[in-house]
Nanobody, 124 residues
Framework: VQLQASGGGLVQPGGSLRLSCAGS????????MGWFRQAPGHEREFVAT?????????NYADSVKGRFTIYRDDAKSTVYLQMNSLKPEDTALYLC?????????????????WGQGTLVTVSS
């Protein structure tokens, strides 16, 4: 499984960005896809995840609920993260990940496949 993340950039506080994560390879084996982020000097933290079944179950970190939305386009094998009302504390390297787990896991240890990440900087 290969994951290609894109869409990061520099945005002002209050602005929006949409991140994309395109999957390829043996993705039939993947049941959940998610986003994590890591700021300098901080641990990698969970952001959002979605299952790839008909239910599309989602989970969000409390810090992004109501501001971020994760959704998918199965025809493109792509998962998106729409980020609105961005804050400086959202600045981080955003990494997409894929897991065989079916329950939209929030623990990074559940994810066996990782993309290279895309940098998001929120600053005026």
């Amino acid at each position: 499984v290969q994951l290609q993340a894109s869409g990061g950039g520099l945005v002002q506080p209050g602005g929006s960005l949409r991140l994309s994560c395109a999957g390829s390879g043996s993705i039939f084996d993947i049941n959940s896809m998610g986003w994590f982020r890591q700021a300098p000097g901080h641990e990698r933290e969970f952001v959002a995840t979605i299952t790839r079944d008909d239910y599309g179950i989602t989970n969000y970190a409390d810090s992004v609920k109501g501001r971020f939305t994760i959704y998918r386009d199965d025809a493109k094998s792509t998962v998106y993260l729409q980020m609105n009302s961005l804050k400086p504390e959202d600045t981080a390297l955003y990494l997409c990940a894929a897991a065989r787990a079916t329950a939209a896991p929030i623990q990074k240890e559940e994810y066996g496949y990782w993309g290279q990440g895309t940098l998001v900087t929120v600053s005026s």
